[in-house]
């Protein structure tokens, strides 16, 4: 299902000759512009930095500072490196999810090539981050507490480990293409007033999977950082 | 019957049971954290945090229905199956 009148709209003649379906080619006009806009907020905040700070640096150090506080209180301390990664898909996240809200905007996330990258590139740190911490002893990760049921063991946490990119992706996708979804067919039933509570869900889940996309981020890394039971 | 009113039957009754279960589950969660805050309510916004993030992980259940019917219907492997004998019986 394609979604019927976008801002961004002539990306999908632009990039037909790439062989991308129309629907991709929203989810990539939609992520160029989120990534212009974070810039160019990052630019505002950035430009005269005060020692109080006002106006925008004001609110981009509440939010930083947020996640800050979320990432310490998950991680404990040498969880800080991980700070800006978590802090990158939060916000890309977030902001990929609300902007579905305004009328003639696509979210990105709504596509299941960018929750599957968000997810991937998750899986991969933790993974990286398991080998650099523990060498080749992060194989015990994978073996459970008793000895002669690591073959048994293994299967399970691997299965257990596939799972999680398969989880994250479904979770973001489902939530945003189910709103899209569920907004398209009320503008083609009642438009007047009616899709109005749905958006209103639409801001409250676009908040809790973005936060709950990062809370799971943390959770993994802090699992392959920590020593096997 | 007809191959795509299996598949509008299959979509529609597996979502429906999806969000049985979903709604038991999350019910059961938000029974205990309203439980929670009512006896304590000093650590109302832990509680909280640990019943949005309860509630997330099982909505996502619902999710996993919603995907599977949504490829029922719009993304479905045996369409193109169904068509071709569908044009045989008719060409007979």
Known sequence: ??????????????????????????????????????????????????????????????????????????????????????????????????????????????????????????????????????????????LGPIVWLAPMMFFIEVIGHLSRVISLTLRLFGNMNGHELVLMIFFGLAPFLVPLPMMLMGVLVSFIQAFVFMLLAMIYIQGSLEHAH | MSFFTMCMLAAGFGMAIGAFGTGIGQGLAVKSAVEGVSRNPGASGKILTTMMIGLAMIESLAIYVLVVCLIILFANPYKDIAVKLAETVVAK
């Not at chain 1, 301390?77 to 800006?84: L, M, Q």
């Not at chain 1, 890309?92 to 299941?112: E, V």
């Not at chain 1, 991969?124 to 398991?130: D, Q």
Request: aromatic share 10%; proline share 6%.
């Open chain 1, 1 to 142: 299902m394609v979604h019927p009148i976008l801002f961004l709209q002539f990306f999908r003649e632009l990039l037909a000759p790439l062989h991308i379906a129309p629907a991709s080619a929203d989810a990539i006009a939609y992520t160029w512009l989120i990534i212009v806009i974070l810039l160019l907020v990052s630019v505002i905040a950035t430009k005269t930095i005060k020692a109080v700070p006002t106006g925008m640096q004001n609110f981009m150090e509440v939010v930083i500072g947020g996640i800050e506080n979320m990432i310490v209180e998950t991680m404990g301390e040498h969880g800080r490196p991980f700070f800006p990664l978590v802090a990158t898909l939060a916000i890309f996240i977030l902001i990929s999810n609300l902007i579905g809200l305004i009328p003639g905007f696509f979210p990105p996330t709504a596509n299941i090539n960018t929750t599957a990258a968000c997810a991937i590139v998750v899986f991969v740190m933790t993974h990286v981050v398991g080998i650099k911490e523990h060498g080749a002893g992060y194989i015990k990760h994978f």
